[in-house]
């Protein structure tokens, strides 16, 4: 069972700022992992995912994985209020067809 | 653009009753899954199908079936639901085990 805990449980940040949101997990071994955004009433969506070690950038979102240190890392370059919702960690194993999500951390972005 | 249907959206019924929820996908993926999601936003993978064969089957009370008779469809039967069945219920699917693509839930209220 891989375990997934995301920080901070939730966030706060004015419009125009980085949003910053912290994922760890329990095996070295984890293949891949995404990140996906929830609105209220919705099914979550995936927005970006990352294999290697490093960072990977699309648009808005940096992503950094740190596979030494069991940490991923989001970063939403001037967030907006549409931004708002909450975000999923979740980690998938080599050779095994489950993805474990963490549990989420609630953004609210203030205009 | 939704391409992973759920019915119903929204059930309340007793406690002992039957429930189905139904899920069909629309993008040709090979793998179908079911997760339950709390009030605090966790998902936890019930079952997945991979070409319409069982492949993960997490522990689940016995009262809980899936149900497919093809790769496009995945449904989830309860029998005589109990009060901690109260949540969401979220189909998916993906090629390969790669990216989830949600339906948007089907909640369930036990009473």
């Known amino acids: 069972q891989e375990k997934v805990q995301q920080s901070p449980e939730s966030l706060i940040v004015p419009e125009g700022a980085m949003s910053s949101l912290n994922c760890t997990f329990s095996n070295s071994a984890s293949q891949s992992i995404w990140w996906y955004q929830q609105h209220p009433g919705k099914g979550p969506e995936a927005l970006i995912s990352i294999f290697s070690n490093g960072n990977k950038k699309e648009g808005r979102l940096t992503v950094y994985l740190n596979r030494a240190s069991l940490h991923v890392s989001l970063h939403i370059r001037d967030s907006q209020p549409s931004d708002s919702a909450v975000y999923l960690c979740a980690v998938s194993r080599y050779s095994n067809n489950r993805i474990f999500f963490g549990d989420g951390t609630q953004l609210v972005v203030k205009p | 653009e939704t391409a992973v249907f759920q019915t119903p959206n929204y059930h309340v019924t007793q406690v002992g009753n039957e429930v189905s929820f139904n899920c069909k996908q629309t993008?040709?993926?090979?793998?179908m899954y079911w997760y339950k999601q709390d009030s605090k936003k966790l998902l936890k993978i019930m079952f997945s199908?991979?070409?319409?064969?069982?492949?993960v089957n997490e522990t689940v009370p016995r009262r809980f079936s899936p149900q497919s008779s093809d790769k496009a469809h995945l449904n989830l039967r309860i029998k005589s639901v109990e009060p901690e069945d109260s949540a969401v219920y979220l189909c998916a699917s993906s090629l390969q085990g790669n990216t989830l693509y949600f339906g948007e839930g089907s909640r369930l209220i036990v009473v």
């Open positions: 199908y991979n070409n319409k064969q069982l492949i």
């Open positions: 993008l040709g993926h090979d793998t």
